[in-house]
C-alpha cells in the first residue's frame, strides 16, 4: 500500500527572519524612546533607584570600579570597537577581496554613530549627577554609545563568523565572548554612573535593530 509523502515545512527566508526581527527590535526601541522622552514617572523613578543602588555600589569596591572603567575605556570603547571593525574590513578586501562585505560592513557601524548622536541630540537627556562621582561622560545621556556600538559591530562580526562557518569551538567561542562584551559594556556603564539603565537597553535595542536590518540588506543585496 503506497503511503503518501508529508511535505516537509519551508524553511524561514534569512532575509524575512530578520526584516521582522528588525521590525520587533525597532517598535521596542520606539516605545522605549517615547517613554525617555517623555520623562514617564515609573521609568525614570526605575531608573533612579537602580542607579543609586550601583553608585553605592561603585562607591564602596573602588577594585571593581577600577576594573570597570578600565573595560569601558579600553576593551569596550566605541573607538577600540570601529578600529576593530576597520581591521576587519581591511582583512576581508585584503585576504578575499570582498569589497562590498567590507564596505557594507563599516557603513553600517557608521550609521550606528549616527544614529545614537542624533538621538542624543534629539532627546538631551540629563546623565545622572553624583555628588561623589567615580567617572565622567560628555554629551547627552538617550542612547548609551558604547552599548549600541558594541552591539552593532560585535553583532554584525558575529553573523560573518557564522557565515563563513565557523567550526563549533571557534563559535561558541565567539557567542561568549560577544555576549559578556555587549552584556558588560552596559552593565559598566551603568555601574560607574554615566547613564541611566534605560539609556542602556536603548542602545542595546537600537544597536540589535541595525544589526537586524544590515543583515536583511546583505542578504537581499549582495552581488
Given at each position: 500500500m ?33 517613554l ?49 571593525c ?74 560573518l563568523?557564522?557565515r ?27 555601574w ?16 540589535a ?9 546583505h ?5
Open positions: 503506497h503511503t503518501p509523502s508529508v511535505d516537509s515545512p519551508p524553511t524561514p527566508s534569512p532575509y524575512g527572519t530578520a526584516v521582522r526581527t528588525a521590525i520587533g527590535l525597532g517598535l521596542c526601541s520606539l516605545l522605549v524612546s517615547i525617555v522622552a517623555a520623562e514617564w514617572h515609573p521609568l525614570v523613578s526605575a531608573d533612579g533607584d537602580i542607579s543609586r543602588t550601583t553608585h553605592r555600589w561603585a562607591v564602596a569596591d573602588p577594585g571593581v570600579t577600577h576594573a570597570c572603567r578600565i573595560l569601558t575605556d579600553w576593551v569596550w570603547d566605541p573607538l577600540t570597537m570601529r578600529l576593530l576597520a581591521a576587519v574590513a581591511v582583512w576581508l578586501v585584503w585576504r578575499r577581496s570582498a569589497w562590498w562585505t567590507a564596505v557594507w560592513l563599516v557603513t553600517v557601524s557608521a550609521v550606528g554613530t549616527v544614529l545614537q548622536q542624533g538621538l542624543k541630540a534629539a532627546v538631551g537627556r540629563e546623565r545622572p549627577v553624583w555628588t561623589d562621582p567615580v567617572d565622567s561622560a560628555h554629551y547627552a545621556a538617550y542612547p548609551s554609545g558604547h552599548a549600541l556600538t558594541a552591539t552593532v559591530v560585535l553583532g554584525l562580526l558575529l553573523w563568523l557564522h563563513h562557518g565557523a567550526g563549533r569551538a571557534p563559535w561558541r567561542t565567539a557567542v561568549a565572548v560577544v555576549v559578556v562584551s555587549v552584556a558588560g559594556v552596559g552593565l559598566t556603564r551603568v560607574l554612573g554615566v547613564h541611566w539603565p534605560t539609556d542602556v537597553l536603548g542602545g542595546w535595542l537600537m544597536g535593530m541595525l544589526v537586524s536590518l544590515a543583515i536583511a540588506a542578504v537581499r543585496w549582495r552581488p
